[in-house]
């Protein structure tokens, strides 16, 4: 997953780090902070710490799940009209209605956002 791997790579540039890069079984590989000259013999002593970059990747795969979901409703939402019975008065609610804008807009309101700050790969 690139955004998994430019997210890692971030994180290690923030502390310091810097590349070339390599993503080894378990660590992200780089130059340490204060390095005169770049790593190239990529010993276990040149990896980024393991607690930051084993949280972002953590992260980034919370992120990957949750962006899956949020497809998983749009396909739906697009292969049907809206909700049926919602109102309790034997008519759909219209995904229009109940989407950002609409008459009920607050039923799918954070959805609408969780759609816009989903992270383009």
């Known amino acids: 997953m690139m955004y998994d791997e430019q997210m890692r790579i971030a994180a290690a540039e923030a502390q310091g780090w810097s ?8 660590h992200l590989h780089g130059t340490p902070p204060g390095a005169e000259k770049p790593v190239t013999d990529w010993t276990d002593d040149k990896h980024v710490p393991e607690k930051v970059d084993a ?7 919370q992120i990957d799940a949750l962006a899956a979901g949020i497809e998983a409703v749009r396909a739906v939402m697009n292969e049907s009209r ?4 919602l109102h309790q008065n034997g008519l759909i609610a219209t995904w229009e209605e109940l989407e950002e804008n609409g ?18 790969d």
């Open 82 to 85: 809206g909700v049926s019975e």
């Open 103 to 120: 008459r009920y807009e607050e039923w799918l309101f954070p959805f609408n956002l969780a759609e816009r700050v989903l992270p383009n």
């Open 55 to 61: 949280l972002v990747h953590r992260l980034c795969n």
């Open 19 to 26: 590349g070339p890069w390599r993503f080894g079984s378990t």
